[in-house]
């Protein structure tokens, strides 16, 4: 056993050089925070890069999508999906929003769109889509059905910086996309989130929303939160954008290591990437059929942390077999994601994992 412990992720971060030189200014200034110049210049160049119209900057990526819900006023049902993080169904309630649960796609899993429809009632509102791993909604299918019922998109796009298809990234979708910039995804600012819209009312509602709700000195229109990027943040993410596309190309190297030892091997089953997708490769998930193995996906995870490799079995569990949402739901509700979710790992992946230990990590799975 090896005595270096492998994680499932490794923050990517800049030479402390360029990240000290990056904050000289603001300790000349004294300007911490407040939308200052840092946060102003980030939001520009993210503007650039992800090639959207508007953009707006926070603290984290949860609060990013619970004001952009409270944003955009709704009420009632939201439909979405329980194979995500908990911060997707929590930003919904919190928002006094009733999340309503559709199954995923067994291939994306991301939402099946042809389980929406018959969900919608006369209370649905919106629907909150999560593009999982990097893999893309339907887009297309959900806008269709969004003009049809007359409702609101709104992305969970926390995995899915820089991801586009047929060139469009994947912050142009819906009527909002929100990003995660936390210290685990492609691209951090440590702590930190963003939501892209095309409509600038949609800003407007953010700004006076990220700031206490305080529109200027004498006059508090909402009911806000505290949301607003530091300088230091987005410090960090200048520096980090500044090499992001380095990065991809590391995980992708990591990634395409893990196929070449996994990729159509029985009982093991791999997301595909669409010849259409630019994709940022988030994570690595794998799929573990123990009919077909003789071994369940937690025996395969013990395996592992014997060898100090730490995998992550994500998602799970369902967001309906959280405590705080069981005696509201049922995870059997949703078969499918209750099927990915029982035997899914994300296996070790950040951009500088060497590749001897991919291929370490893939022995150790198929002798088991």
């Keep these: 056993m090896s005595n270096n412990k492998i994680y499932v992720t490794r923050s990517s971060m800049p030479d402390m050089s ?20 840092k946060h102003d210049e980030l939001a520009s160049n993210l503007t650039d890069y992800l090639e959207v119209e508007h953009i707006s900057l926070f603290s984290n990526g949860h609060m990013a999508l ?16 329980p194979f995500t993080f908990a911060s997707t169904t929590h930003a919904i309630v919190r928002s006094g929003l009733t999340p309503v649960f559709c199954d995923i796609d067994p291939d994306t899993y991301t939402i099946d769109v042809n389980k929406i429809e018959a ?5 649905t509102c919106a629907i909150v889509p999560v593009h999982v791993y990097g893999n893309l909604c339907d887009t297309e299918a959900i806008d269709k059905i969004a003009k049809k019922y007359n409702l609101k998109v709104i992305y969970d796009a926390a995995h899915a910086f820089g991801v586009k298809r047929n060139g469009v990234g994947a912050g142009s979708f819906g009527d909002a996309s929100m990003f995660s910039f936390h210290a685990t995804k492609v691209f951090n600012t ?55 596309e380095e990065e991809i190309a590391k995980r992708k190297a990591v990634c395409d290591r ?16 669409p010849s259409d997708v630019t994709h ?3 994570y690595f998930p794998v799929v573990f059929d ?72 893939c022995r150790i799975i198929l002798q088991a």
């Design 119 to 123: 969900l919608i009632t006369d209370k």
């Design 18 to 37: 360029e990240y000290v030189e990056e904050i000289a200014s603001i300790f000349q200034s004294h300007l911490l925070t407040n939308m200052g110049p």
């Design 290 to 361: 123990e009919t077909k193995l003789g071994k369940t996906r937690n025996d395969i995870f013990t395996s592992l942390a014997k060898e100090n490799i730490f995998a992550r079995k994500y998602f799970y569990p369902l967001v309906q077999d959280y405590d705080c949402y069981k005696d509201r739901y049922s995870s059997d509700s949703t078969p499918t994601a209750k099927y990915i979710a029982n035997r899914v790992l994300t296996l070790p992946l950040y951009a500088d994992l060497p590749l001897e230990e991919v291929d370490r990590i």
């Design 66 to 81: 619970e004001l952009c819900l409270q944003a955009l006023s709704l009420q009632g049902e939201v439909i979405t999906t």
């Design 190 to 244: 440590v702590e930190g989130g963003a939501v892209c819209y095309s409509n600038p009312a949609i800003g407007d509602k953010l700004h006076c929303l990220r700031n206490f709700g305080i529109l200027d000195q004498e006059t508090v229109s909402d009911v806000g939160a505290n949301a607003k990027m530091n300088e230091f943040q987005a410090a960090m993410g200048l520096c980090n954008l500044r090499h992001i």
């Design 280 to 282: 940022n490769y988030a």
């Design 258 to 273: 893990y196929r070449k030892h996994l990729e159509n091997k029985e009982g093991i089953k791999l997301c595909t990437i």
